[in-house]
């Protein structure tokens, strides 16, 4: 079983502020996909990093997959209440397809105080 | 286009009812994916559909879940004789099948189940 540990859990922070939240496993993933999650609404993906040391950028989000494929970060430069939510991780592995190739973590909320 | 519907967006039963929830992907998804999501926690995996394969049962968490999709399309989740621990947000999502792309997956906005 493929766990992705998210940190932190949970995260209030004031508008303005930079923040960094992190996606680690022991294992090797594909590519690595970020969505993010509002109340009453389905995840939306944000982005997907796929070649170990990827760097994206997102307006003021920064995205990078690690050297090895097990982790992955995301950080938000000068946080706005519009980034409220919750932001969640998903591995993904070519095993043949299916729905094995893709772990979720259990996300970190993200509370901007304006 | 039409994302992914689900209905009814809200469900309020009994313990020990029967319900069923319903799924509409984009049209042109092959693959479509059940999750489940309890207060506050991430997606934990149920069903998974891939064109007219048989489906991936292995995260259904008991038999009293079933799936199914009809047509390669609308696809519906049974539940039976509820628990309360049933109660959760349960979430549909469609993908282009393409194994040499990273799956994006497209999300319902979901169902919310509360058992009483």
């Known amino acids: 079983t493929q766990l992705l540990e998210q940190s932190p859990q949970f995260l209030s922070i004031q508008e303005g502020e930079n923040l960094t939240v992190y996606c680690n496993s022991s294992s090797v993933f594909s590519s690595l996909q970020w969505y993010r999650q509002e109340p009453g609404e389905g995840p939306v993906l944000l982005v997907t990093v796929v070649t170990g040391g990827e760097v994206k950028k997102l307006k003021r989000l920064t995205f990078q997959f690690g050297d090895a494929r097990k982790d992955s970060s995301l950080h938000i430069t000068a946080a706005q209440p519009g980034d409220t939510g919750l932001y969640l991780c998903?591995?993904?592995?070519?095993?043949?397809?299916?729905?094995?190739?893709?772990?979720f973590g259990k996300g970190t909320h993200l509370i901007i105080q304006p | 286009g039409a994302g992914v519907s689900q209905s009814p967006s809200n469900k309020v039963t009994e313990k020990g009812k029967d319900v069923e929830l319903r799924c509409d992907p984009i049209?042109?998804?092959?693959?479509l994916y059940w999750y489940r999501q309890s207060l506050g926690q991430g997606l934990e995996f149920l069903i998974y559909f891939q064109g007219n394969s048989a489906p991936d049962k292995s995260g259904l968490p008991s038999d009293r879940f079933s799936a199914e999709r009809t047509g390669g399309s609308v696809s519906t989740l049974t539940i039976q004789r509820t628990q309360q621990e049933d109660s959760a947000v349960y979430l549909c999502?469609?993908?282009?099948?393409?194994?040499?792309?990273?799956?994006?997956?497209?999300f319902g906005p979901g169902t919310r189940l509360t058992v009483l």
């Open positions: 049209s042109g998804h092959t693959a």
């Open positions: 999502a469609s993908s282009l099948f393409d194994l040499r792309l990273a799956k994006e997956q497209f």
């Open positions: 998903a591995g993904v592995t070519y095993s043949g397809g299916g729905a094995d190739g893709l772990t």
